[in-house]
Every structure is written in C-alpha cells, then in structure tokens.
C-alpha cells in the first residue's frame, strides 16, 4: 500500500525501508507522508514491539530532504516544510512509546542525519557517513538538526558540523557517541536486529517509560526528575512489575504481557 518504502513485521520488528534509491532515498513529500503513516502503526499495532528504519539500497540511508522542493518556497512554506516534517515523523519517532532505531547503511546527510538522530539510537554500516550539508545550500537543518546533533555529539563538534558541512565517516560517528556500534555493511540489519529481539523481551511499558523518562532530560516543559518519579511509580500498577519481581523471587523467567 506504500509507494516510496517498503514495511515488513517479523517477530515484533517492524522494518520500515525508504525506498528511492535511484534519488539516494531522499525524502520527499511523499516519504514524509508514508513514514508518518508507517509511525502511526508502530504506535497503533499492538504486534509491533519495535521498528528499524533503514535505506534501500548498498549506497545511501537518506541523503536529505529532497533539494527539488526547495526553490519553489518562501520563508512561510520553509517553515511550513519545516513544522509538518517534525511533527508528522521526527518528533512523532522520537516519542514513540516503543523503540526505534536506526540502521544507518550509507550516506545519512542533511535530513537523513536529522532521521537517524530522531531514533532512539543508531547503528552504522562501516561505509555510513553523516553531515549536515545545509549551509552548501544556504540553508540550515530544519528537522531538529541543530537540536539533535548537539545533544548527541555536543556543541563544539555539532557547531563545526553545522558550519562547516563537513561529512564524518562511521568509525568518527562512533566516537563522537552519535553510532552505538559500526558493522558490516551485510550485517548490519541481524545485529540490529538481534539488539532489539534482547529489548523485546524486556518489560514493555518499562522500556516506553524509560524512553519518555530519557527524553524529558532535552524537554524545557517537564522536569526529567519528576517525570522519571511518575514514570517509576506507574510501573507498580502494571502486571508486568508484579510478574518481572515474582520471577525474580522465584528464581525463574519472566514472561511479559505488557500490560
Ligand atoms: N535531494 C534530491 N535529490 C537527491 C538528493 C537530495 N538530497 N541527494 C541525491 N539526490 C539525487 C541526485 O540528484 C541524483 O539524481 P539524478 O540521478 O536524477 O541526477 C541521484 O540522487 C544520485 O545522486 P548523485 O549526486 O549522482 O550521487 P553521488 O554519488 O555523485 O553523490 C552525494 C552522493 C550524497 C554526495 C550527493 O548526492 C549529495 O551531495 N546529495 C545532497 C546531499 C545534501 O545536501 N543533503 C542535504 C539536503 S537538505
């Protein structure tokens, strides 16, 4: 039913591919639109346990906003491009009560690098490379670019990414704290998938409070602390806590309902 990705659900992982490889799967109206609608399900179907974003083809995650849009906009359709990307897929994927993460297989530039950074953390193949070659174009980054990147590598390298559109290779993302790990390009989905398989079995609303708990630290309107005490407290209503304690106790497994 999608036309510029591809979705597939395996074991409780939805593997979300964006699909123009022929345009280094840049992101365009359309992509925006599926992958809002692709989110929609991740937060929707009770099958999903967890989703992976990805880029089709051996060259590119997403090379960027598609640059084909651009010039027939004004400063109010800028902004206009700017607020619906982030509400309908960037802020939407980084408040997803269920975990998604990036699989970074090529070149994540511009607002593929913004992409990667709205999941809850990323993996690069050794080929990945990341930027944000906005000011190449006059501009700057308009899906939390900015935001996202000082957060994730701090200021001083996030400024002279920012200002100097420079490109970094995967082992320099990896030691900027922006990758959690670099594989092989061929395996680069089985490990991705295998870390999330591990998260899978974990309590599912413990992992949905540690992630809401986890973003409040970069949200001026709550308070983290608090957030993560109402977090914590919620958990001693859920039968999940009642069983992952009593498995404890009883020296045995936990299985999880995620209620
Ligand atoms: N928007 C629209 N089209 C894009 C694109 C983008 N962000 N990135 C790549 N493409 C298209 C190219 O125009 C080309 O299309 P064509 O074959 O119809 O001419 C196709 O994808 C392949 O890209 P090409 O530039 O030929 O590949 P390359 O290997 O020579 O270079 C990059 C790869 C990533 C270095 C180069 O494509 C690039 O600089 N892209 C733009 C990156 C960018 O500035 N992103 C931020 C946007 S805000």
Redesign the pocket.
Known sequence: MYTTILTDLENGIFTITINRP???N???KDVITELSAAIDEVYSNPEIKSAIISGAGP??F?????????LALDANGGKELAQKGQDMVFTKIENAPKPIVAAVNG?A????CELAMACHFRLASENA?F????V??G?I??YGGTQRLTQLVGKGRAMEMLMS?N?IDANTALQYGLVNYVVPAEELLNKTKSILEHINSKAPLAVAGCIKAANAVFDETRNGYQTEIDAFGECFDTDDMKEGTTAFLEKRKPTFSGK
């Open positions: 022929d345009k280094l840049a992101l365009n060259k590119a997403v090379a960027g906003a598609d640059i084909s849009e651009f070149f530039l511009g607002g593929g490379k930027g944000q070659p906005e190449n174009l501009l980054p308009g559109a490109i």
